[in-house]
């Protein structure tokens, strides 16, 4: 059996990159495709569930993808430097393959509303993180504008190198099932990510990989919903903090996924978020970040309109590991704490 080389060498052909093309990878992609059958149950109809664990990525999400690729073309133009704007995965991801291509990684976060988790991995990873006074949404813009000033490269998904590394996740769906999925959810921010699935089930359907192509369903956090309500949010919240995203760069790209595909977007509560959440980790054993939940927390709420004997595929982009701070305050009724350290008071505690 061949070691996984990195989705780079896995999917070349497919791929912007030439013989001479430096290829920065972590050997990331080929992340698992997780059946989740007591989540299949909750539909009620025979329809098969699987999600496609992104968090599995080396940095922990789905960036790694788009990032092997952004960085190995930044990497053979001589870029010295690298910037973005990022609700947090981005900056992760971007400042591991910068730093191993040896590339200074700049990252704007909006001050105060990134994960834990994503905060310490861009700082150990060795990037400077600038957190700015502001929503992702504006640290979009300035990091554009100091892309077009200065001799920086910009890896947000506007960078179109990034999203010709996240179609490959499409692929790995496909070449698992043997076809298309009926449906695909999916969470969406910037949607760079549903811009970029669309890219490769449409890509793998012209070489004949697969017969058919999915319904895209798109979910946002009802508090960051723009896609939803046909118009941007100035002042977007939600607790899933990596989808907290007013203005989506890939706005066109996304709405004409939409047509193309018949499918539809919607907006899901963040209660409703964090039962996927719960549930997803407490039936499935499957723990992943609150904004990679909007998909089974969308999924289920528009379950009514899966089709009987659907193949449905939900994208769980990013680890739970990054938010731990929500996965504990979430928790409560489970967590005893402060109990004396003898058999009788945790015996007690447990209920015996
Ligand atoms: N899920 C997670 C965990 C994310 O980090 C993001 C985006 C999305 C979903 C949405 O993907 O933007 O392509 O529609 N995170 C970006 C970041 C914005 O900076 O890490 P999208």
Redesign the pocket.
């Known amino acids: 059996r061949q070691p996984w080389p990195g989705l780079i060498e896995a999917y070349r052909e497919y791929l912007p990159v030439s013989e001479t093309t430096p290829v920065v990878t972590l050997l990331e992609g080929n992340t698992p495709l997780i059946p989740v059958p007591a989540i299949a149950e909750r539909i009620g109809r025979q329809v098969r569930v699987f999600v496609k664990y992104d968090g599995l990525n080396p940095t922990g ?3 790694d993808r788009g990032m092997t690729m952004a960085i190995s073309k930044a990497k053979e133009a001589g870029a010295k430097a690298v910037i ?8 992760a991801a971007a400042a591991a393959y910068a730093r191993r291509g040896g590339m200074k990684a700049f990252v704007l976060i909006p001050d105060g509303y990134v994960a834990l988790g ?1 905060l310490a991995q861009a700082l150990l990873y060795g990037a400077e993180v600038l957190a700015v006074k502001g929503n ?1 949404d504006r640290a979009l813009e300035i990091v554009r504008e100091m892309a077009e000033s200065y001799p920086i490269t910009l890896v ?2 506007v960078n179109p190198y990034r999203l010709e590394g ?1 179609k490959t996740a499409a692929f790995e769906i496909v070449d698992v099932l043997g076809n298309a999925p009926d449906w695909l959810c999916i ?10 699935y669309w890219m490769g089930f449409c890509q793998y359907h012209q070489v004949g990989k697969c017969d058919r192509l999915p319904t895209v369903m798109g979910f946002q956090a009802a508090g960051a919903a723009p896609l939803v309500n046909g118009q941007p949010v100035q002042h977007p919240e939600t607790v899933a903090t ?2 907290r ?1 007013g203005n ?1 760069a ?1 706005w066109e790209k996304a709405v004409a996924v939409k047509s193309a595909s018949q499918g539809n977007f919607y907006a899901v509560t963040d209660e409703e978020i964090l039962d996927a959440y719960r549930l997803l980790a407490s039936t499935e054993g499957v723990f992943c ?1 609150p ?2 939940a ?1 998909s089974v927390a969308g999924m289920l709420q528009v379950k009514d309109q899966i089709p009987s004997g659907a193949t449905v595929v939900c994208v769980l ?2 680890n739970g590991l ?1 938010d731990p701070d929500t996965a504990i305050k979430h928790s409560h009724s489970q967590f005893k704490q402060g109990i004396e350290a003898e058999l009788g008071a945790v015996a007690a505690a447990m209920g015996f």
């Open positions: 999400s789905f960036k973005c704007a990022s609700t947090g995965n981005t900056s994503k992702f947000n998904s996240q969470p969406v921010g910037n949607a760079g990510n549903i811009s970029a990596a989808i995203i989506p890939s970040e904004a990679s909007a982009t990013g990054k």
